[in-house]
């Protein structure tokens, strides 16, 4: 895997509020690097408040985009197809439309982007947009999404159910486990993940196809997640089957546990990287 967050990460820590720290802290010529919220629009001159719960995700190798809905749904992107390097705030040319980053410092940084958006409440249609984002501010929901996605979850002496797990398939029933578990690795190596991943923290759990809920545990046989209450059973010490009910039918989702120390963002963002 490509050291995609190295400017983020060390030893498998994350590093957020204090990006850009060791570059001048009075310039605000740097290169955004950390997460940042957006706090503030302004549109055809107008400045208001973020209506919405958006975050950048920046590093040396891709920036991403993360959007966070109050039911728990979330979506992470690709949005702006470029690094977010400093540029200044300068137009070069009335033809010129490309991304603007200024103002940037450890603090924060303005995006200044150009909408071909047509009919939109918010956005101008061919006219400049402009951003602004600030480091440690998350919402309630979208802190327990980032601790899980960009923190190494270490085992839990008292859960074990606490951790990343990678989705390595399905089985319509319990039988012939050995068989199918066989077939599953074939498919879906451990040495080469898919993005398939669910994180359990202790009070909820975020699953990286774009949702997080909150959980109750009953010990290590069931989890609780909106009203419903799903078995577990146990294959190995890192390998569990999950139940979910199709109708009157119960089919397995089997999880492997993650180990090592890259977050889970890491794969995520290897997605993106070309």
Known sequence: MKSILKSLFIGGCLILPIAGMSQNSESKTQDPRGVYKLTTITSNGIVQYAPFDQYKICTDSVSLTVAVNDNGLFRISNADKVILNYTGEEVKGENDTSTKIYDSDDKGFTLKWWSEIKNHILFPYRDWCIEKYQVG??????SKIFSALMTVQERDKKNDLIGTWRVLGRMDELRDVKE??????????????????????????????????????????????????????????????????KGYQIDYTVYERVTGDVPIISYIADRFVK
């Open 137 to 142: 501010e998350y919402s309630s929901t979208a």
């Open 180 to 245: 199918q578990l066989k077939s599953m690795y074939e498919k879906n190596p451990t040495a080469k993940p898919n993005n398939n991943f669910v994180i359990f923290l202790p009070d909820c759990l975020v699953d990286v196809s774009g949702v997080c809920l909150n959980v109750s545990y009953e010990g290590k046989k069931s989890i609780k997640t909106g009203g419903v209450t799903q078995r577990i059973k146990w294959l190995k010490k890192d390998l569990i089957a999950i139940e979910f009910k």
